[in-house]
Each structure stands twice: as structure tokens, then as C-alpha cells.
């Protein structure tokens, strides 16, 4: 289980969850944050031979995670990428992927959460199916600003983000 002390280290995959909807088995690789630096534009005069005059923020950069579903079960599909779940479990994606938007929940074995208040999900067929990996569906997550102006929280250990007063 969790650990309860906050040492700083944030590691291991407990969960992820979209909302309310915990995901299946993700590959062992977990989950990856990358996305854009945030831009600078770099002003020059002629007066100043050793570098910019002044420089100013530029674009505001992305965060982007990553990873790979593996248990491609119905729900999870549907999770996912959208699309119906028929009675008999057979998956059927969308006509048009337009995208899935949410609020993501990444639990980790360190205690901690991290919580992406709004975050654009896309997603396509990916993997191999052999004796040594399985079909995924590689999955991205690109962070946005929730109308609260919030991107992405980390709680410590033992801290409930839905037990928090709001505001």
C-alpha cells in the first residue's frame, strides 16, 4: 500500500482515472510528461553588443502525458476514445474521434495524487500482437486551463483532494 510520509519522491502507478472512470492495466513504462518549454523572445538593440536588450515571455508551453492502455476491455475503450459498448461486450469506436475532455486522476504507489483539472485526451491503436506484447491504445493527454484558471496539482500523501474546501 501507499506509504504515508512525503519524502518528495513521487513514483509508482496505483491508478489513473478519467473522472470518475478508473482505467485498466497501463504499460510497465507508466505514464510520461513531456509537452513544450515555455517560449522567450529575445530583443535586441544596437546599443547592446553583448546579448539581448530584454527578454519577454513568448508562448506559455504545454504539458502532455502519455501512455500506453493495455487491458482493451469495452469499458476502457469507450473510456478512452468514445464509441457504445454493446451487451456482449463488443467494443465499437466512434464514427469521428472528436476527443474526450475531463478531469484526470493519476494516483501514484507514493501516496501522492495528481489531479489535471482539464485535460483533452486522444488516442489510436497502437503496439504489436505477439507472444511478447499486446495490442494498446497509445494515449495522450494534452493539459488545459479549467475555468478556474487551474492546470495540474500534486497532493502530498494522506491529502484528499475532494475533501478540500473548495475555492
Request: hydrophobic share 35%; charged share 20%; net charge negative.
Amino acid at each position: 500500500m501507499a506509504q504515508v510520509n512525503n519524502d518528495g519522491y513521487i513514483s509508482g502507478l496505483d491508478s489513473f482515472k478519467i473522472g470518475e472512470t478508473a482505467l485498466g492495466d497501463i504499460h510497465e513504462d507508466g505514464v510520461g510528461f513531456g509537452g513544450e518549454k515555455p517560449g522567450k523572445v529575445k530583443v535586441y538593440a544596437a546599443q547592446k553588443k553583448k546579448g539581448p536588450a530584454k527578454v519577454l515571455d513568448g508562448k506559455p508551453g504545454s504539458t502532455v502525458l502519455a501512455f500506453r492502455l493495455m487491458q482493451l476491455d469495452g469499458t476502457n475503450c469507450k473510456a478512452v476514445l468514445g464509441g457504445t459498448v454493446a451487451a456482449n461486450g463488443a467494443y465499437t469506436p466512434p464514427a469521428k474521434f472528436s476527443g474526450i475532455e475531463g478531469v484526470f486522476n493519476i494516483k501514484c504507489d507514493s501516496g501522492h495524487m495528481i489531479r489535471i483539472y482539464k485535460g483533452s485526451m486522444s488516442g489510436m491503436l497502437g503496439g504489436k500482437i505477439n507472444s511478447n506484447e499486446t495490442l494498446t491504445i497509445d494515449c495522450e493527454v494534452e493539459v488545459m486551463e479549467d475555468a478556474a484558471g487551474k492546470t495540474w496539482e500534486i497532493f502530498p500523501p494522506g491529502v484528499d483532494p475532494d475533501a478540500l474546501p473548495s475555492g
